[in-house]
T-cell receptor, first 114, second 112 residues
Framework: NAGVTQTPKFQVLKTGQSMTLQCAQD?????MYWYRQDPGMGLRLIYY???????DKGEVPNGYNVSRLNKREFSLRLESAAPSQTSVYFC?????????????FGEGSWLTVV | QKEVEQDPGPLSVPEGAIVSLNCTYS??????FMWYRQYSRKGPELLMY????GNKEDGRFTAQVDKSSKYISLFIRDSQPSDSATYLC????????????FGQGTTLQVKP
């Protein structure tokens, strides 16, 4: 059971380039999330998807787009990368439908924008 | 002011010490409280989960929630070098989504 799988694990981009971070979960969870983690800031929610076909903005959505491809997969796209998007990105998933749910994280994707 | 405040440390203790990690929060709607452990270059993993006020114990770990003071704690007894990691508190309200608000994380080093 792999849990939450993210690719790529490391990526260096030039300013203005685009890229997509891929995420897949095999826990049959309805909800999926993208967080970013920066020093001194903790984890901040970028976008989330409560169920297949729906997406909503989180705390820091600017500069990102997402696609919930199916129940398993949730991708994060940077259309025109900026140095401020240098960060560690975590995908996560959870069960939906009761208030006591919690989320499970992937291993992270380290992104550097130069 | 952040909704959740956590002392970033770093915190360094000798092996066998009792460790206390703390978070304060401002949103009285928070009802679910979690502690995640994150090893270097890894994703956060759920360590403890508590609903509302009270204590919860799991082996060497005890989580405490005091909603009246808006204060949560994680205690680690008989700390081990393998406990060296960053500990993140997280919390949420009663909605059925998993959207969490995280503290900044406290880096703990347990020296042999």
């Amino acid at each position: 059971n792999a849990g939450v799988t993210q690719t790529p694990k490391f990526q260096v981009l030039k300013t203005g380039q685009s890229m997509t971070l891929q995420c897949a979960q095999d826990m049959n969870h309805n909800s999926m999330y993208w967080y970013r983690q920066d020093p001194g800031m903790g984890l901040r929610l970028i976008y989330y998807s409560a169920s297949e076909g729906t997406t909503d903005k989180g705390e820091v959505p600017n500069g990102y787009n997402v696609s919930r491809l199916n129940k398993r997969e949730f991708s994060l796209r940077l259309e025109s990368a900026a140095p401020s998007q240098t960060s560690v990105y975590f995908c996560a998933s959870s069960v939906t439908g009761y208030s006591g749910n919690t989320i499970y994280f992937g291993e992270g994707s380290w992104l550097t924008v130069v | 002011q952040k909704e959740v405040e956590q002392d970033p440390g770093p915190l360094s203790v000798p092996e066998g010490a009792i460790v206390s990690l703390n978070c304060t929060y401002s949103n009285s709607a928070f009802q679910y409280f979690m502690w995640y452990r994150q090893y270097s270059r890894k994703g956060p993993e759920l360590l403890m989960y508590t609903y509302s006020s009270g204590n919860k114990e799991d082996g060497r770990f005890t989580a405490q929630v005091d909603k009246s003071s808006k204060y949560i704690s994680l205690f680690i007894r008989d700390s081990q070098p393998s406990d060296s990691a960053t500990y993140l508190c997280a919390m949420k309200g009663s909605s059925n989504t998993g959207k969490l608000i995280f503290g900044q994380g406290t880096t703990l080093q347990v020296k042999p």
